[in-house]
Nanobody
Framework: QVHLVESGGGSVESGGSLKLSCSAS????????MAWFRQAPGKQREGVAG????GSTIYADSVKGRFTISLDTSLYLQMSTLKPEDTAMYYC???????????????????WGQGTQVTVSS
């Protein structure tokens, strides 16, 4: 069992920045691959960014160039140039690495955090 806890969410104006963190216990960064997902009210959950244990990354087109995922002692998501459409609950998730590269397919992810809310005002 992996326990995930997200933090760093909040309210920010359009164009602002936030950095989300996700801590995992027990620490399994070398054994698992991780990602950030988000879900806005009335919308389906979508993958935002994923990272594998070898450091390879994948991003949703909507956040490329604005968001950066990283992994060291925790999983991070640096979000810049935020837009109102980025407003959502953000979740971190863990999957067993497949060897096929990073993934944003939520069905592959086993463990999920409780989420942290990000609200971007125009």
């Amino acid at each position: 069992q992996v326990h995930l806890v997200e933090s760093g969410g909040g309210s920010v104006e359009s164009g602002g920045s936030l950095k989300l963190s996700c801590s995992a216990s027990p620490v399994t960064y070398r054994s698992y691959c991780m990602a950030w997902f988000r879900q806005a009210p009335g919308k389906q959950r979508e993958g935002v960014a994923g990272i594998d244990s070898d450091g390879s990354t994948i991003y949703a087109d909507s956040v490329k160039g604005r968001f950066t995922i990283s992994l060291d002692t925790s999983l991070y998501l640096q979000m810049s140039t935020l837009k109102p459409e980025d407003t959502a609950m953000y979740y971190c998730a863990v999957r067993q690495c497949s060897g096929w590269g990073p993934s944003l397919d939520s069905h592959e992810y086993i463990y999920w955090g409780q989420g942290t809310q990000v609200t971007v005002s125009s």
